[in-house]
């Protein structure tokens, strides 16, 4: 039977993890969109909806980006959204920036 040194492997164990590995912060502020009028974009976005349908939003590269959103409320993180296109939206929703910083 063969030992095993599991020192090196318990060293590891004790290392820090990361801060990117690590939960992300708590939001701290929001800016809630009026359909046409852009806000600084953050961390990600809040869907606030009394009816369904789909819900467009407009990226900080002005590109387009679709949700299909359901009744309740929702929270999609690491979406930068500035805007949403209230022309191609058929949720009844309101609609938040959400920032960490």
Same mark, same amino acid.
């Given at each position: 039977?063969?030992?095993?040194? %599991?020192?090196?492997?318990?060293?590891?164990?004790?290392?820090?993890?990361?801060?990117?590995?690590? /939960?992300?912060?708590?939001?701290?502020?929001?800016?809630?969109?009026?359909?046409?009028?852009?806000?600084?974009?953050? $961390?990600? !976005?809040?869907?606030?909806?009394?009816?369904?349908?789909?819900?467009?939003? %407009?990226?900080? $590269?002005?590109?387009?980006? $679709?949700?299909?959103?359901? %009744?309740?409320?929702?929270?999609?993180?690491?979406?930068?959204?500035? $805007?949403?296109?209230?022309?191609?939206?058929? /949720?009844?929703?309101?609609?938040? !920036?959400?920032?960490?910083?």
């Amino acid at each position: 039977m063969r030992t095993i040194n %599991v020192l090196p492997l318990l060293a590891l164990l004790m290392l820090p993890v990361p801060a990117e590995a690590q /939960a992300s912060p708590a939001y701290r502020s929001s800016s809630p969109i009026t359909p046409g009028t852009p806000v600084p974009f953050g $961390d990600g !976005v809040a869907f606030a909806c009394s009816a369904p349908g789909t819900v467009r939003l %407009v990226m900080q $590269d002005g590109t387009f980006l $679709d949700f299909y959103a359901q %009744v309740g409320t929702a929270i999609v993180d690491s979406l930068a959204a500035k $805007d949403v296109n209230a022309g191609a939206t058929t /949720a009844t929703c309101s609609v938040s !920036v959400l920032r960490r910083y």
